[in-house]
């Protein structure tokens, strides 16, 4: 199916379409099992036509098969979720447990820039404990198909299939638009909410927990800015996501030609 906001908007990167499935689609993307990866690759990738699939041995990285709804996989960390609540704040040096996790993985030839932050921290947030908060503030969930799957949109054919959530990628003023366009037909200010997350959580988990809201609100991501920089070199630096859940999806399509969307201030705006 073709997005009018998309058309309207002028988007020049495909919306992706998010769905739960069974069965994988034929010629899928996929992470090598037990491989590191970042699930927003496979996010530019389904924006240019390649469909991806992910499993609970295929979600790239531990904050990824958690984005992406295959439950609390930071318990998966080396060293445990304790050592990640370190790893997202002040890092593993600073207790006995992370210092001898850092030394043994030393001590085995590895290097680069992950034993860099589990031994130094991102920074990201201040403390373990608030780290420990925010995992626990997740909503974290189990997906009750085997499958997840990007799709790009005009691949999705609605009569056969229902996506869960689409994604546009969209730039500060697409952005801007997708939120006034959210709030178009809905009663209240604040249908459009933007989390503290990885850049999966924000197209995954978090949009997924909107689905069974009255009115499901859009989800803004990509303020994670280890997500910002692996997409850097395929997106630039001024993207971001915006995933609206389906039935917010199909609002935002239906109203689109009549809104702002063909008057002058958005034309001008848009370069039109």
Same mark, same amino acid.
């Not at 990824?64 to 990640?84: D, I, M, R, S, T």
């Not at 697409?174 to 604040?190: H, I, M, S, T």
């Given at each position: ?14 919306? /992706?379409?998010?769905l739960?499935?069974d069965?994988?689609?034929? $010629?899928? %993307?996929? +992470?090598?099992?037990?491989?590191? #990866? =970042? /699930? ?9 036509? $390649?469909? %991806?699939? +992910?499993d609970?041995?295929?979600? #790239? =990285? ?14 998966? +960390? ?35 820039s ?7 921290g991102?920074g ?20 009750p ?35 006034v ?34 009115y499901?609100r ?9 997500a ?17 859940p389906?039935r ?25």
């Amino acid at each position: 199916m073709e997005s009018q906001v998309a058309r309207m908007l002028g988007m020049t990167h495909q919306p /992706v379409a998010i769905l739960w499935a069974d069965q994988e689609p034929e $010629k899928a %993307a996929r +992470f090598t099992p037990g491989k590191w #990866g =970042c /699930v927003m690759w496979m996010l530019v990738g389904a924006s240019r036509g $390649k469909t %991806a699939a +992910f499993d609970e041995t295929t979600y #790239g =990285c531990w904050g990824g098969g958690v984005g992406l709804g295959f439950g609390n996989q930071y318990k998966a +960390f080396p060293g445990g979720e304790p050592c990640f609540h370190y790893f997202l704040s002040v890092g593993n040096r600073h207790w006995d447990t992370g210092r001898a996790l850092v030394e043994q993985m030393e001590a085995s030839g590895a290097g680069g820039s992950f034993l860099e932050d589990l031994r130094d921290g991102e920074g990201y947030l201040k403390s373990p404990e608030r780290v420990a908060d925010f995992v626990k503030e997740l909503p974290i969930m189990q997906v009750p198909t085997r499958y997840v799957v990007f799709k790009p949109l005009g691949e999705v054919h609605p009569e056969e299939e229902e996506p869960k959530v689409v994604v546009f990628w969209a730039t500060p003023h697409q952005l801007a638009a997708l939120v006034v366009l959210a709030n178009y037909d809905r009663p209240g200010n604040e249908n459009v909410a933007v989390p503290f997350g990885a850049g999966c959580q924000s197209v995954g988990i978090y949009a997924y927990r909107e689905l069974d809201r009255p009115y499901p609100r859009g989800i803004i991501g990509q303020m994670d800015l280890s997500a910002r920089l692996n997409v850097r070199k395929t997106m630039g630096d001024h993207v971001f996501t915006f995933a609206a859940p389906w039935r917010l999806f199909r609002e935002m399509e239906e109203n689109v030609a009549e809104s702002f969307a063909s008057r002058q201030v958005w034309r001008q705006l848009a370069g039109k």
